[in-house]
């Protein structure tokens, strides 16, 4: 199975120049998933919960989801992407995951960060995954990559491969998701975004880049630098990630405890 990352600077409000730089790429690329980044056609840095809602949009139905459906089907790929996301009154920072025969799912983020509080609501539903044939993927957004328990819900619930759409500022990320990948066994992509935002007199959040691949062992598979724009992938086994044995003795999940576990 062929997977990976496009890494670019979305441009802030440009909806429509992101999404054609995205279906570009997706119309070029050979691979069975792609991951984009967190909030990937509308840009991060929003200056009042008004803005971030004035961009969001239905999911499925809007015009994101309906332009990466058109590209999936052409191209027979699954994609994971971060968008803005408006339902029944309320605005999420979510990520949605769609294959050749359209929407699949979406998962809304749970652990928002610094002012995402201020423009959406927290996630309202568990982590989950889904079966995609050849792998069963789970999604998770940036800063859930600090609680392990994100990882390890997904990892619990059967996912081979975590699909992490990504805006970190902060530079932990890319060294803690090798210890998500090794603490699961299963495959992480991590895409990130480059460049810098700076809005409202606000001061420049700049991003990391440094989107990333991490095999069930821990292995990088391959790691962007930080301005570096474009895709990378890596052939993978899925099937790999649902032996959870780190030793012949230990198969890491059964050998759990949980009832000595708090939280
Ligand atoms: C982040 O969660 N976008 C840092």
Redesign the pocket.
């Known amino acids: 199975m062929k997977t990976g990352v496009f890494q670019f600077t979305p441009v802030f409000g440009d909806k429509e120049h992101n999404l054609r730089r995205i279906e570009r790429v997706m119309e070029d690329v050979q691979a069975d998933l792609l991951v984009l980044p967190?909030l990937c056609t509308t840009g991060?840095l929003f200056t009042s919960a008004a803005e971030a809602q004035s961009m969001a949009e239905s999911v499925p139905g809007g015009k994101t989801v309906r332009r990466l459906e058109a590209a999936c089907r052409k191209k027979r790929l699954h994609v994971v992407a971060g968008l803005a996301e408006a339902a029944g009154g309320a605005f999420y920072n979510s990520a949605v995951l769609i294959g050749p025969e359209g929407w699949i799912g979406t998962y809304r983020?749970i652990?928002?960060?610094?002012k995402?509080k201020d423009w959406f609501a927290r996630g309202n539903r568990p982590f989950k995954v889904w079966d995609i044939g050849k792998a069963n993927v789970g999604l998770m957004?940036?800063?859930?990559w600090i609680y392990p328990e994100a990882a390890r819900s997904l990892a619990l619930d059967g996912a081979d491969i975590l699909c992490h759409c990504?805006?970190?500022?902060?530079p932990h990320c890319p060294d803690a998701m090798i210890t998500r990948s090794l603490e699961n066994r299963v495959f992480s992509i991590t895409a990130n975004r480059t460049g810098a935002e700076s809005r409202g007199g606000s001061s420049e959040l700049k991003f990391i880049g440094k989107s990333q691949m991490v095999g069930p062992w821990g292995e990088v598979l391959f790691r962007m630098d930080d301005k570096e724009e474009g895709v990378r992938l890596a052939e993978i086994d899925p099937k790999t990630a649902r032996d959870k044995h780190i030793i012949p003795a230990n198969d890491i999940f059964e050998d759990r405890k949980p009832e000595y576990y708090t939280g």
């Open positions: 967190e991060y983020k652990h928002l960060f610094w995402e957004i940036c800063f859930d990504a805006n970190l500022v902060l």
